[in-house]
């Protein structure tokens, strides 16, 4: 894909997941596949495939951060999305970087945990993130578990994520969208605004993925960097996770895979 002067561009700082089907690697992907030219920032290199995480190698924080700087400074972005980010040490240096540049469109990807149970953030780098990340954010993106994390509330049902939610957005981020995917039966999202508490609806589509998470906030902020209003990009974020797990498939031992390719048939689809 060619990228010209207009191009619409989107930042991802999380780790490397070496299976290729979360974490940077899987925000690329969606990038690419709706349209938008996508650049690295990479907080960690993890041992990963389709079964879990088997080890963490976190970067130095000013790397991280002379990473982030480089890429605002020389192709700028219209959104900037985090995920996995590991320690209290990065969240500070992320939030430094981005407290200065003020993006508008910031997605947090708030990822704590993997499914498998492996410690992706530990409990300081939790109260940094809340402290000085969630301030600059315009949507939050956590499943249950990290919903109850970041409010400090059991979430158990739909009920309880949208208190959650709300507690989420005192913290300051303008949008809060507790994703439903752990709940049993259709997945329900609860979002959080200034205008109110609302759900989100779905259809539950086979056995869990790998990555749907990343891919689903990935998805918002390439929405964002080409200029779709907030609503519309969430919306049009949750139709392209569905449309991938309809076509994900099982690649190794563990967790399906997304399939993120057909870009230009992702990227139609996605507008209708």
Do not use: W, Y
Not at 178 to 194: C, E, F, N, S, W
């Amino acid at each position: 894909m060619r990228v010209g002067a207009t191009a619409p561009r989107a930042l991802t700082i999380a780790g490397s997941d070496s299976s290729g089907g979360a974490g940077i690697q899987a925000d690329l992907a969606t990038f690419a596949a709706l349209g938008v030219f996508g650049a690295s920032a990479v907080t960690a290199i993890t041992v990963q495939d389709t079964r879990g995480v088997h080890a963490v190698h976190l970067l130095p924080p000013a790397l991280v951060a002379a990473q982030i700087e480089a890429v605002l400074a020389d192709l700028g972005a219209g959104a900037i999305k985090t995920g996995m980010l590991g320690d209290r040490a990065i969240v500070e240096a992320v939030a430094v970087v981005l407290g200065a540049a003020r993006p508008r469109n910031l997605v947090v990807d708030p990822v704590i945990r993997s499914t498998s149970g492996q410690e992706l953030l530990d409990r300081a780098g939790v109260g940094a993130l809340t402290r000085s990340l969630l301030p600059l954010a315009r949507v939050v993106t956590p499943n249950l578990a990290e919903a109850a994390a970041l409010a400090a509330v059991a979430v158990v049902d739909i009920e309880s994520a949208a208190e959650a939610a709300r507690r989420i957005l005192r913290l300051g981020p303008r949008m809060v969208i507790v994703t439903g995917g752990h709940l049993k039966g259709d997945p329900v999202d609860v979002v959080a605004d200034r205008r109110g508490v609302r759900r989100l609806t779905g259809k539950r589509i086979g056995a869990g993925a790998h990555g749907t998470g990343c891919v689903f906030s990935a998805a918002i902020a390439a929405h964002l960097a080409a200029g779709r209003p907030i609503d519309d990009a969430v919306a049009a974020a949750k139709r392209f996770v569905e449309q991938r797990l309809r076509r994900a498939r099982p690649l190794g031992a563990g967790q399906r895979l997304l399939d993120l390719r057909m870009a230009r048939t992702a990227s139609r689809a996605s507008r209708r």
